[in-house]
């Protein structure tokens, strides 16, 4: 699903459901929110080095021409993203013109000490992954990337090898495989449990609970930080929401949106060290980073979540 198609969704169900946050709605709240820290948890190869838990994905949202118009979304969410305390920006060279989109806002607004990057290698060319790197790092106007991770790996037997040897050169800190599809998934926890990858990215959500089973303990065994991406079901869980009261409940976990609802789930997950919910709207991203701050469920109240989720139909 495209980004824009996901923010509709998101916007419908906000106004259906009441309104925005109290937090975006109201400046003064906005700014003592916004001295409320965002959880971090540490990367487990990283000797000590932790993660915010809310970052931001570009695909399709971070798509835009080279025009100061064009870029005005992307780039208010990147200092709102800063701003409120997070530091994970997660793109890919196939995400269109992601890449020179982060590479310019961070120059222009010298932002770029303060985002971790996390890009991908997608050809798959022995002896040809420096060459792809490099490529990545001069659209990103970075001379090296915090995260390198193999894109949407589907054979089990991939080989690390070439990915360890760009860390080992100094042009990414940390490696990594991502798949946002089940039927990779096997695929995937071989390679976690052969190669030990310092970060692994994958699709997880309330309505999308299958890497639960192998995936994520299998992250976990190994030491990988995990990445998740399409946290909102590909945009179906706002449209399921669409016109539901968020229940009183949520307030025991400090959840005031149906955004923070379903990323709060997620985080509430042992395995996950952060999430990357796409978006070119800074409103959601302080939004979003809501869901970071304050307390999360716990696995009675993960159960009764995914229980009412099911229930509106």
């Known amino acids: 699903m495209k980004g824009s198609d ?128 490099r490529e990545s790092l001069q659209r990103l106007k970075t001379n090296k990337v915090d995260a390198l991770q193999l894109h949407n790996v589907r054979d089990p037997g991939q080989d690390m090898a070439g990915l360890n040897a760009l860390k080992a050169q100094g042009l990414c800190r940390y490696t990594g495989i991502t798949t946002t599809f089940k039927g990779a998934y096997a695929a995937a926890e071989a390679i976690l449990k052969r190669g030990k990858p310092d970060f692994l990215e994958i699709d997880y959500a309330i309505d999308n609970r299958d890497a639960e089973e192998r995936v994520l303990p299998a992250a976990a065994d190994v030491g990988a930080a995990v990445l998740v991406a399409l946290p909102f079901g590909r ?44 978006t070119d709207k800074a409103e959601h991203m302080i939004d979003n980073l809501a869901a970071g701050r304050g307390r999360l469920p716990d696995a009675k109240q993960r159960a009764r979540m995914a229980e009412y989720v099911a229930s509106l139909g």
């Open 235 to 278: 945009g179906k869980l706002f449209r399921k929401a669409l016109g539901s009261k968020l229940p009183d409940w949520a307030a025991d976990f400090d959840c005031t949106s149906w955004g923070q609802f379903f990323l709060k789930f997620i985080l509430s997950h042992p395995a996950v060290t952060a999430v990357i919910p796409g």
């Open 6 to 133: 996901q923010l509709l969704s998101r916007r419908e169900a906000v106004i259906m459901c009441g309104g925005l946050s109290a937090s975006l709605l109201i400046p003064g709240l906005a700014a003592a929110d916004a001295q409320k820290p965002v959880l971090v948890r540490p990367i487990p190869h990283g000797h000590g080095e932790t993660l915010p838990v809310i970052g931001v994905g570009t695909s399709g949202v971070f798509d835009v021409g080279a025009s100061p118009q064009e870029r005005t979304g992307p780039t208010e969410v990147i200092r709102a993203l800063v701003a409120g305390g997070g530091t994970v920006v997660d793109t890919a060279p196939s995400y269109g013109n992601a890449e020179n989109v982060i590479g310019g806002i961070l120059t222009d607004t010298g932002l770029r000490p303060r985002v971790f990057i996390a890009t991908k290698l997608e050809e798959y060319r022995t002896g040809g992954e420096a060459a792809e790197a």
